[in-house]
Nanobody
Framework: HVQLVESGGGSVQAGGSLRLSCTAS???????MGWFRQAPGKEREGVAV????????SVVGDVKGRFTISRDDGKSTIYQQMDNLKPEDTAIYYC???????????????????WGQGTQVTVS
């Protein structure tokens, strides 16, 4: 399985920005890759996905308009730019990958079978 390493989490005040990175141990162009998050006491939810086919991206849920996902296949890395952060964005953020993955909504996704260890984002 591909191994994923996230970075870029931290603490920020409401209204601030962070950029998360996730680097894959294999060429990223082979994988659909996404960002997920899990807040304390809540289920894990999808946030955004970048597809290897056609380079399409999708941001789901209430982060639309504030979060952006991108990928640099030359660096086997995806990014998530998070702007206008809110306290409710506080969570552990995970990167995930799959050969034929799809994210339909924040609660409906499939095919992500490799996961990173997560990075904490705290907004106060």
């Amino acid at each position: 399985h591909v191994q994923l390493v996230e970075s870029g989490g931290g603490s920020v005040q409401a209204g601030g920005s962070l950029r998360l990175s996730c680097t894959a141990s294999e060429p990223a162009y082979r994988y659909d890759m996404g960002w997920f998050r899990q807040a304390p006491g809540k289920e894990r939810e999808g946030v955004a996905v970048t597809y290897t086919r056609g380079g399409d991206t999708s941001v789901v849920g209430d982060v639309k308009g504030r979060f952006t996902i991108s990928r640099d296949d030359g660096k086997s890395t995806i990014y998530q730019q998070m702007d206008n952060l809110k306290p409710e964005d506080t969570a552990i953020y995970y990167c995930a990958a799959g050969a034929r993955a799809h994210m339909y909504t924040e609660n409906n996704y499939r095919g992500f079978d490799a996961w990173g260890q997560g990075t904490q984002v705290t907004v106060s």
